[in-house]
């Protein structure tokens, strides 16, 4: 069975589905509300067939499916999956049925369009972790723009529109440079195949300029400072779910495509711009989290959040060692799931009063309990406390990090503490003190719903914190091949070294 | 009595049938009187569907006919399909149009015809005569076309400036041509390519030759910075007309650029192609900036083509085989696109009358969802954003350039298809973002729904078989490139 185009192509038949659904404007809305709803699911619990049936260990990649698609350019469909984007896809098809469920009554409006375009977001989402053709690879990559961009732009805030096409054509200018490259990767090796190019040996010069390509694409994507001025923008003005998404799993394709693409094809140009690399990381974790301490705006302030934590990631994954490797990939899944849900939480919120001022809240504690509980637990998670899934993942980043440098190790590091202040900062804010106000007296505790939203959520945050193994063991045989095969083209570069300088 | 053989015709069969079929077709009008129209418009598209058979029927190895003036190859087979594309949806949605706007005359259906018989001869010209004749034929029938509503100035302005701008155009041409023979000695391809040969750069003077016959040839399919017609005559000829004035020409023109650059002159690549390759980039920044600003849909699909001849003149800059299968890719997907966004401004009426800002698009997806789908397809897929077919068309043309080591080319195509990216997207946030305004007249008309259907379709599911596309484009290619 194709289970890997199963689980990419389900949702675009749910979205089909609702499409041609009728009816009154309230029971296409209802009906919208439950295809979608059931579609995911049943696209999620596929999917963990995925990681049941992964072989932990093996390096190669899995569920392979190939089908020519454009033999003439020896373009093909070409599906498969590793240790790296097992996770990758397992966190897309978990968030689209929490986003459904979030978005059951925040939508009220075009919500046949709405979960639409949900369900195509999700094929795209999967499809990108999936794709072992570049061409399939871009395809899926930008086609998550469309669907992105009416999320923002139709249910979205009063700035929906300015965000909207920021984040379109900020993104879109990425890309192209990317799809320039991947077209002189296509002259090189013959093909777009992924796993050709990943053992193809491109030349020094030309790997930076690759390098350089796919960097504009993923750094705007990651984002990485200073590239990042779309985040916010796009967060404070999309719906919560789009919130979700955007943070859960978009951000993670550009780290993605760091580890996917730019080590492993371009190991010499991943080093020669390390540096540069780290200096914007570092960067990146130390001004937003400064800027992300001054906002007002709950959204905002975790929008910001997300660009020092990337930061991090960045930072691990150009420090090219298993340790700094292993973190990053902890770090994306841990974000991915914390910041969803932090988003999520600013939502329930929202929802109620109608308003992310932080102002405007205050002593929430009293009056919702179960609220204050489950923020508690993703506000650490998102500090990095231990037991949580935060803090593996920033500590073997350090870890692996601090192996390379111990200056750029040391200002990250102040990254946590900073982290530490902004979130500490915000829950009291919100969640401690006195009600001041009666609205926000009377806003009532999490629904059953919401409960139900937020119950694997938590549960899954633990588990990542108590029991990191379940999740670094299957990608364990992938990273190692990667960091052998990074080392190795850096230990032949120096070899060629000394004979060019002799030369001389 | 000396014998005089006729020279074999039936190379030329479709073009002869296509001149034939407008004569009947004329006599038919001229007897049954103004009422024709709607026959003859739809007798017109059904010859025009004889001819896309013939034409597939006379498809195979390379054939000249008329004394070396007319070649059929797999190269013209191709793109005389897609001029015929062109010509059947122009003429089908014309129907309903001409008829509200009160200039339903079976005149339009035979100048039509005729146009399309000038294109394909274009297409087939393997002499500079005859590449004169076939773009004298197409551009007098779109001269009338043009101001074919004649009691409103803007169309009759549209006409009187497409003639007066494209005279001058041809005469540069014809002058570009007289030059070429000056030195070379002959109008035909092969001769020029055999006489031409050996050196090891172009000489001075077909150079100037080609670069007038270049601007002749710019001019025809709009590019920068020949394209100052371009705008205006979009906007004022009748939209049925602009929608085939976006389409056919364009397509046939650039055949026509294509072989004239390829086959003649194909050896001094290098001696040329800073020229395409400036007009390309002009072509590219100037479509992308200057739509930015205008409100007028179909002055902003004015500069859109213009946009778009630039990134299919990147593949003829590459000047290679993947160069010109990628041309013929792109224009075959340009054709599906163009058309079906033509089809959503025919449609936009409201209250007896024809709206043509863009902000009357406003709301569009909830008055009517299919109609707004399909323009958001279009306008994805010129934005070039993948899986859509135009992502498509632009891989290729870049892929060319890649090869051909054209990377500031490249690199500017791609930052201006982002800018120009925002213009198309704009459009997606008129119909989807924004509150609505009143609907469009309906019924749509069964004949609109289904070229809106069949364009929408082809452009959004390209992506499932586009070998069909590719397969037959390389093929075409490879008919220019002997050996």
């Given at each position: 069975?194709?289970?890997?185009?199963?689980?990419?192509?389900?949702?675009?038949?749910g979205?089909?589905?609702?499409?041609?659904?009728?009816?009154?404007?309230?029971?296409?809305?209802?009906?919208?509300?439950?295809?979608?709803?059931?579609?995911?699911?049943?696209?999620f619990f596929?999917s963990?067939?995925?990681?049941?049936?992964?072989?932990a260990e093996s390096?190669?990649?899995?569920?392979v499916?190939?089908?020519?698609?454009i033999?003439?350019?020896n373009i093909?469909?070409h599906?498969?999956?590793?240790?790296?984007s097992l996770?990758?896809?397992?966190?897309?098809t978990?968030l689209t049925?929490?986003?459904v469920?979030?978005?059951?009554?925040?939508v009220q409006?075009r919500?046949?369009?709405?979960?639409?375009?949900?369900?195509?977001?999700?094929t795209?989402?999967?499809g990108?972790?999936?794709?072992?053709d570049f061409?399939?690879?871009?395809m899926?990559?930008?086609?998550?723009?469309?669907?992105m961009?009416?999320?923002i732009?139709?249910?979205?805030?009063?700035?929906?529109?300015?965000?909207?096409?920021?984040?379109?054509l900020?993104t879109?200018?990425g890309?192209v440079?990317?799809?320039?490259?991947?077209l002189?990767i296509?002259?090189?090796?013959?093909?777009?195949?992924i796993?050709?190019?990943?053992?193809?040996a491109?030349?020094?010069?030309?790997?930076?300029?690759?390098?350089l390509a796919?960097?504009?694409?993923?750094?705007?994507?990651?984002?990485?400072?200073?590239?990042?001025?779309?985040?916010?923008?796009?967060?404070v003005?999309?719906p919560t779910?789009?919130?979700?998404?955007?943070?859960?799993?978009?951000?993670k394709?550009?780290?993605?495509?760091f580890v996917?693409?730019?080590?492993?094809?371009?190991?010499?140009a991943?080093?020669?711009?390390?540096?540069?690399?780290?200096?914007?990381?570092?960067?990146?974790?130390?001004?937003?989290?400064?800027?992300?301490?001054?906002?007002t705006?709950?959204?905002k302030?975790?929008?910001?959040?997300?660009v020092?934590?990337?930061?991090?990631?960045t930072?691990?994954?150009?420090v090219?060692?298993?340790?700094?490797?292993?973190?990053a990939?902890?770090?994306?899944?841990?974000?991915?799931?914390?910041?969803?849900?932090?988003f999520l939480?600013?939502?329930?919120?929202y929802?109620?009063l109608?308003?992310?001022?932080?102002?405007?809240y205050?002593?929430?504690?009293?009056n919702m309990?179960?609220?204050?509980?489950?923020?508690?637990?993703?506000?650490?998670?998102?500090?990095?406390?231990?037991?949580t899934?935060?803090f593996i993942g920033?500590?073997?980043?350090?870890?692996?990090?601090?192996?390379?440098?111990?200056?750029?190790?040391?200002?990250?590091?102040?990254?946590?503490i900073?982290?530490?202040?902004?979130m500490?900062?915000?829950?009291r804010?919100v969640?401690?003190g006195?009600?001041?106000?009666?609205?926000v007296?009377?806003?009532?505790?999490?629904?059953?719903?919401e409960?139900?939203?937020?119950?694997?959520?938590?549960?899954?945050v633990?588990?990542?914190?108590i029991?990191?193994?379940?999740?670094?063991?299957?990608?364990?045989?992938?990273l190692?091949n990667l960091?052998e095969?990074?080392?190795?083209?850096?230990r032949?570069?120096?070899?060629?070294?000394?004979s060019?300088?002799?030369?001389? | 009595m000396?014998?005089?053989?006729?020279?074999?015709?039936?190379?030329?069969?479709?073009e002869?049938?296509?001149?034939?079929?407008?004569?009947?077709?004329l006599?038919?009008g001229?007897?049954?009187?103004?009422r024709?129209?709607?026959e003859?418009s739809w007798?017109?598209?059904?010859?025009?569907?004889v001819?896309v058979?013939?034409?597939?029927?006379g498809g195979?190895?390379?054939q000249l006919a008329?004394?070396g003036?007319f070649?059929?190859?797999?190269?013209?087979?191709?793109?005389?399909v897609?001029?015929?594309l062109g010509?059947?949806?122009?003429?089908?949605m014309?129907?309903?149009?001409?008829e509200?706007?009160?200039?339903?005359?079976?005149?339009?259906?035979?100048?039509?015809?005729?146009?399309?018989?000038?294109?394909?001869?274009?297409?087939?010209?393997?002499?500079?005569?005859s590449?004169?004749?076939?773009?004298?034929l197409?551009?007098?029938?779109?001269?009338?076309?043009?101001g074919?509503?004649?009691d409103t100035v803007?169309?009759a302005?549209?006409g009187?400036?497409?003639?007066?701008l494209?005279?001058?155009a041809?005469g540069m041409?014809l002058?570009?041509?007289?030059?070429?023979?000056?030195?070379?000695?002959a109008?035909d391809?092969?001769?020029?390519?055999?006489?031409l040969s050996?050196?090891?750069?172009?000489?001075?003077?077909?150079?100037?030759?080609?670069?007038?016959v270049?601007v002749?040839?710019a001019?025809?399919?709009?590019?920068v910075?020949?394209?100052m017609?371009?705008?205006d005559?979009?906007?004022?000829?009748?939209?049925?007309v602009t929608?085939?004035?976006?389409?056919a020409?364009?397509v046939?023109a650039?055949?026509l650029?294509?072989?004239?650059?390829?086959?003649p002159?194909?050896?001094y690549?290098?001696?040329?192609?800073?020229?395409?390759?400036?007009?390309?980039v002009a072509?590219?920044?100037?479509?992308?900036?200057?739509?930015?600003?205008q409100?007028?849909f179909?002055?902003?699909m004015a500069?859109?083509?213009i946009?778009?001849?630039?990134?299919?003149?990147?593949?003829?800059?590459?000047?290679s085989?993947?160069?010109?299968?990628?041309?013929?890719?792109?224009?075959?997907?340009?054709?599906?696109?163009?058309?079906?966004?033509?089809?959503?401004?025919?449609?936009?009426?409201?209250?007896?009358?024809?709206?043509?800002?863009i902000?009357d698009?406003?709301?569009?997806?909830?008055?009517?969802p299919?109609?707004?789908l399909?323009?958001a397809i279009?306008?994805?897929?010129?934005?070039?954003i993948?899986?859509l077919?135009?992502?498509?068309g632009k891989?290729?043309?870049f892929m060319?350039?890649?090869?051909?080591?054209?990377?500031v080319?490249?690199?500017?195509?791609?930052?201006?298809?982002?800018?120009g990216?925002?213009y198309?997207?704009?459009?997606v946030?008129?119909m989807?973002?924004?509150?609505?305004k009143?609907?469009?007249d309906?019924?749509?008309?069964?004949?609109?729904?289904?070229v809106?259907?069949?364009?929408?379709?082809?452009?959004l599911f390209?992506?499932?078989?586009?070998?069909?596309?590719v397969?037959?484009?390389?093929?075409?290619?490879?008919?220019l490139?002997?050996?």
């Amino acid at each position: 069975m194709p289970i890997l185009s199963l689980v990419t192509f389900l949702p675009l038949l749910g979205a089909v589905i609702i499409m041609i659904t009728g009816g009154d404007e309230a029971t296409k809305a209802k009906n919208a509300r439950s295809i979608a709803l059931w579609t995911s699911l049943i696209v999620f619990f596929l999917s963990l067939q995925l990681w049941f049936g992964f072989d932990a260990e093996s390096p190669e990649f899995q569920f392979v499916e190939r089908v020519e698609w454009i033999p003439s350019f020896n373009i093909a469909y070409h599906m498969g999956i590793d240790g790296i984007s097992l996770f990758f896809v397992l966190l897309s098809t978990f968030l689209t049925p929490i986003c459904v469920l979030a978005s059951w009554e925040s939508v009220q409006y075009r919500v046949k369009e709405y979960m639409i375009a949900f369900l195509v977001l999700e094929t795209m989402m999967v499809g990108t972790f999936c794709a072992l053709d570049f061409v399939l690879f871009y395809m899926f990559f930008e086609g998550v723009l469309i669907p992105m961009f009416l999320i923002i732009g139709v249910w979205g805030g009063p700035r929906r529109v300015y965000s909207a096409f920021k984040f379109f054509l900020y993104t879109l200018l990425g890309s192209v440079l990317m799809l320039l490259a991947i077209l002189a990767i296509f002259w090189q090796t013959g093909s777009t195949d992924i796993p050709t190019a990943l053992q193809f040996a491109f030349e020094p010069g030309l790997q930076r300029w690759l390098w350089l390509a796919f960097f504009a694409s993923f750094a705007v994507k990651m984002p990485m400072w200073p590239v990042h001025t779309w985040l916010p923008d796009a967060h404070v003005e999309a719906p919560t779910a789009g919130s979700v998404i955007l943070a859960g799993v978009l951000l993670k394709m550009g780290g993605y495509g760091f580890v996917r693409f730019s080590l492993p094809m371009f190991p010499l140009a991943s080093e020669y711009f390390a540096d540069f690399v780290f200096t914007l990381s570092v960067i990146a974790v130390i001004y937003t989290s400064l800027v992300a301490l001054a906002q007002t705006d709950m959204k905002k302030l975790i929008a910001y959040s997300s660009v020092a934590h990337m930061g991090f990631v960045t930072l691990g994954i150009f420090v090219a060692n298993q340790e700094g490797l292993q973190g990053a990939m902890f770090q994306m899944l841990s974000h991915g799931v914390v910041s969803g849900a932090l988003f999520l939480i600013v939502g329930v919120v929202y929802d109620r009063l109608h308003t992310r001022d932080i102002d405007r809240y205050g002593g929430l504690a009293d009056n919702m309990p179960k609220y204050a509980v489950v923020f508690m637990v993703m506000m650490l998670a998102a500090v990095g406390l231990p037991g949580t899934s935060g803090f593996i993942g920033e500590f073997l980043v350090l870890v692996g990090a601090f192996q390379v440098s111990t200056w750029f190790t040391a200002l990250a590091a102040t990254g946590l503490i900073l982290g530490a202040a902004y979130m500490l900062y915000l829950y009291r804010r919100v969640v401690f003190g006195t009600i001041t106000r009666d609205d926000v007296r009377v806003m009532p505790d999490l629904s059953w719903r919401e409960i139900v939203v937020f119950a694997p959520i938590v549960f899954l945050v633990l588990w990542m914190g108590i029991y990191p193994s379940s999740f670094l063991k299957p990608m364990q045989p992938a990273l190692a091949n990667l960091v052998e095969r990074v080392e190795a083209a850096q230990r032949a570069a120096l070899a060629d070294a000394p004979s060019t300088l002799a030369s001389r | 009595m000396p014998s005089f053989p006729l020279p074999p015709l039936s190379p030329a069969l479709p073009e002869i049938f296509l001149a034939a079929a407008s004569m009947a077709l004329l006599l038919f009008g001229v007897f049954r009187g103004e009422r024709a129209a709607r026959e003859a418009s739809w007798l017109a598209a059904l010859a025009l569907v004889v001819a896309v058979v013939l034409v597939l029927g006379g498809g195979g190895p390379r054939q000249l006919a008329l004394y070396g003036m007319f070649v059929t190859d797999a190269f013209a087979v191709f793109m005389k399909v897609l001029v015929l594309l062109g010509g059947i949806f122009a003429i089908v949605m014309s129907i309903r149009w001409n008829e509200q706007a009160r200039i339903a005359r079976f005149e339009f259906p035979v100048l039509v015809l005729l146009a399309t018989t000038g294109m394909m001869m274009m297409v087939s010209a393997a002499d500079l005569i005859s590449l004169y004749i076939g773009l004298e034929l197409q551009s007098l029938s779109l001269y009338v076309l043009a101001g074919f509503k004649r009691d409103t100035v803007r169309s009759a302005e549209a006409g009187l400036k497409y003639f007066v701008l494209g005279a001058l155009a041809s005469g540069m041409m014809l002058y570009g041509c007289s030059m070429v023979y000056g030195f070379a000695g002959a109008t035909d391809f092969a001769t020029l390519a055999a006489t031409l040969s050996g050196g090891e750069t172009l000489a001075i003077g077909p150079l100037v030759g080609i670069v007038f016959v270049v601007v002749g040839l710019a001019f025809k399919v709009s590019a920068v910075p020949f394209h100052m017609w371009t705008p205006d005559v979009y906007e004022g000829a009748p939209t049925p007309v602009t929608a085939f004035f976006s389409v056919a020409p364009k397509v046939a023109a650039i055949a026509l650029f294509l072989r004239v650059m390829i086959e003649p002159f194909g050896g001094y690549v290098a001696d040329w192609r800073q020229v395409i390759w400036l007009i390309s980039v002009a072509s590219m920044v100037l479509g992308s900036v200057a739509a930015i600003n205008q409100s007028n849909f179909k002055r902003l699909m004015a500069y859109s083509s213009i946009g778009h001849i630039g990134y299919a003149l990147i593949g003829l800059a590459a000047g290679s085989k993947e160069g010109v299968e990628s041309v013929l890719i792109y224009m075959a997907i340009y054709v599906f696109m163009n058309v079906g966004t033509f089809a959503v401004i025919l449609l936009m009426r409201r209250n007896g009358e024809d709206v043509e800002a863009i902000d009357d698009l406003q709301g569009l997806a909830q008055t009517h969802p299919a109609l707004a789908l399909s323009l958001a397809i279009f306008m994805f897929a010129m934005a070039g954003i993948p899986p859509l077919s135009g992502f498509f068309g632009k891989l290729y043309v870049f892929m060319a350039a890649i090869n051909a080591e054209l990377y500031v080319l490249a690199v500017i195509g791609v930052v201006t298809s982002v800018v120009g990216a925002y213009y198309y997207i704009r459009i997606v946030k008129l119909m989807y973002f924004d509150a609505p305004k009143p609907a469009f007249d309906r019924p749509f008309g069964a004949e609109m729904s289904a070229v809106l259907a069949v364009t929408a379709v082809v452009t959004l599911f390209f992506f499932i078989a586009p070998s069909v596309v590719v397969d037959s484009a390389a093929a075409a290619a490879a008919s220019l490139f002997p050996g």
